[in-house]
């Protein structure tokens, strides 16, 4: 549910998604990880300077021709997309969200322009403030300006979905409070298990799973454990632990591949997934197991997508 392909190809246009060992996530890699779905995140770094809606344009471009031009590859932008994707049993879906609205530059119609161009998930900030909200690493912890409160109408009015994760704990309950839809959290783990900022809070945890929301688990080795060896029993204690508060049925996966510089033995790329799956399998049901790899994910989207693109 997260990875940053997008945004290495904004900053290197020479990188090529098929087989190129400069990203974590190719076409191959999904292949041989036997991945059904992989949401792209437009992600603006700081060194294309100030954010702007037309870097937004441009990382859909590349989305289209560098990951789109692949036959494998399916767009998912509505439910029958969804039930295409899985009827032609031979293509990938992806996914296009956006992990911070700042290229949106304050102008709500971009909102609608996004969604028209196929984003279909929201993150609101990164981890700083912006013009809608404050970010998680922000230190006065606020929540959603005046504009950003006019945002989450209109992401409920196009039913965009909405993602917490880098959002400040003060907007999390903000969005909780003005919300009617399920969230998600794309990327983030328990903070009871690993204390950092950018994971959930137990309440934070029970309030998703009540309102039939998702949690994509990460692979960002801070996020698992305070470490500096991070194995993939590490990623189980958070499995665990969301499962022990009722979200055995909201568990999804956000890797965070191509966002991070840090690995977790044995799941440094999506071709490596075989060695989670196989840890999942040791500890628990092949039900509960097909429900954390696809089937919690698959339930969700096809509820939350549009029923036409």
């Known amino acids: ?34 991945v059904k779905t992989q949401c792209f995140a437009i992600y603006l770094s700081e060194s294309l300077g100030k954010p702007r809606f037309e870097h937004i344009l441009h990382s859909i471009d590349v989305f289209h021709r560098s990951v789109l031009n692949h036959r494998k590859m399916r767009f998912i932008r509505s439910q029958e997309d969804w039930v295409e994707m899985e009827a032609a049993g031979d293509q990938i879906g992806a996914l296009l969200s956006l992990e911070g609205v700042d290229g949106l530059e304050g102008d709500l119609s971009y909102v609608h322009l996004c969604y028209l161009l196929g984003v279909r998930l929201i993150g609101f900030t990164w981890n700083h403030a912006n013009w ?27 039913g965009l979905i909405m993602d917490v994760s880098h959002l400040s704990e003060a907007g999390f309950w903000e969005l909780a409070e003005r919300s009617s839809k399920p969230i998600i959290a794309s990327h983030s783990n328990s903070q009871t298990i690993c204390p950092h900022p950018r994971n959930l809070t137990d309440d934070q945890i029970v309030s998703i799973i009540r309102r039939g929301g998702r ?5 960002f080795p801070p996020f698992v454990r305070r470490d500096s060896s991070v194995s993939i029993d590490d990623v189980l204690r958070h499995i665990d632990h969301i499962c022990s508060l009722g979200g055995k049925s909201n568990l999804m996966f956000g890797s965070d591949f191509d966002g991070i510089d840090q690995f977790i033995t044995n799941l440094e790329h999506p071709g490596k997934y075989d060695k989670l799956h196989n840890a999942l399998a040791r500890q628990y049901s092949s039900a509960d197991v097909e429900g954390f790899t696809y089937k919690n994910a698959s339930i969700f989207l096809k509820a939350a997508l549009p029923l036409n693109s």
């Open 215 to 219: 949690i994509g688990i990460t692979f």
């Open 1 to 34: 549910m997260h990875c940053d392909v997008i945004s290495k190809m904004l900053q290197s246009p020479t990188i090529q998604f098929k087989d190129d060992r400069r990203l974590d996530v190719t076409l191959e890699r999904l292949e041989q990880g036997q």
């Open 132 to 158: 809608a909200a404050d970010g998680v690493m922000e230190p006065r912890n606020g929540g959603f300006t005046r504009k950003g409160r006019a945002l989450i109408e209109q992401c409920e009015q196009l």
